[in-house]
C-alpha cells in the first residue's frame, strides 16, 4: 500500500503540473479576454450649425423705388390705371415728389410703403393726375397693391399725406386749381385689401 501511494502522488502532481502548461493559461486567458465585452472609443466630430435669425430687409427709399419700378411694368398697374408704357398717348409717370411715406399699414410690424407718382399728358393734352403706389411688406418684399387717386388737374381737392402712424396715414386735404376752398384740412385714413379708407379725425 505505501508503494502503491509513492507513485500515485508524483504521477498526480505530475499530471496538474501539466494541465496547468502555459498552453492552457494562455487559452483561459484568451476565453476570459473573449468573454469580455470592449467598447472602442469613436471620435465623433460634431459639426457646427449655425441657426442664423431670419433678418428681414430693411425697407428703405431705395427699396421703394425699385419696387415701384418693377410695378410700372405689372399688368396690374397697367390695367388699373389704363396706362401702357409703351404708348405715348398714355403719357408719362413722374416718380420725383417727396415725401415716400414707410410705415405699419396693415398692424403686422412690418414696414410698408406708400410711393406718390403722377401721370402727366394723358391723350396729348397738359394735364395730370396723381397717386400713391401702395406697397405692403411680404417678408422684405414689396408687393404692389394699387393706386390711391388723391387728385388732378382738375379736382376740387388734393391729398398730400406726410406720414404714417401707429395704422393712420396722416396728411392734408388741399384746395384744388378749380377749388372754391381756401383752407387745407387734416385728414387720416387706413390701408383696407382693394382701397384707401378715410377715417374720422378727432377734430371731427
Not at 399699414?105 to 393734352?125: C, K, Q, T, V
Request: with cysteine; proline share 3%; net charge negative.
Amino acid at each position: 500500500m505505501m508503494y502503491l501511494n509513492k507513485i500515485y502522488f508524483p504521477l498526480l502532481l505530475t499530471t496538474i503540473v501539466i494541465g496547468c502548461s502555459p498552453t492552457e493559461k494562455t487559452d483561459l486567458k484568451n476565453k476570459k479576454t473573449s468573454d469580455t465585452v470592449h467598447i472602442d472609443k469613436i471620435s465623433v466630430k460634431h459639426k457646427d450649425t449655425l441657426v442664423a435669425d431670419v433678418k428681414i430687409p430693411v425697407i428703405d427709399t431705395t427699396a421703394v423705388l425699385t419696387a415701384f419700378n418693377e410695378a410700372k411694368r405689372s399688368k396690374l398697374f397697367s390695367k388699373e390705371l389704363d396706362f401702357n408704357g409703351n404708348n405715348k398717348m398714355d403719357g408719362s409717370i413722374f416718380d420725383l415728389e417727396r415725401p415716400i411715406l414707410i410705415g405699419d399699414l396693415n398692424d403686422d410690424h412690418l414696414d410698408d410703403a406708400m410711393m406718390p407718382f403722377s401721370i402727366e399728358g394723358r391723350e396729348g393734352g397738359n394735364n395730370w393726375d396723381t397717386y400713391y403706389a401702395v406697397f405692403i411688406n411680404n417678408r422684405g418684399i414689396l408687393d404692389y397693391k394699387y393706386s390711391f387717386s388723391r387728385g388732378g388737374k382738375f379736382s376740387e381737392t388734393l391729398i398730400n399725406f406726410t406720414s404714417i402712424k401707429d395704422g393712420f396715414i396722416k396728411g392734408m386735404e388741399v384746395p384744388g386749381n378749380n377749388s372754391s376752398k381756401e383752407d387745407s384740412t387734416p385728414v387720416d385714413y387706413m390701408y383696407r385689401n382693394t382701397d384707401l379708407s378715410e377715417v374720422a379725425t378727432a377734430s371731427e
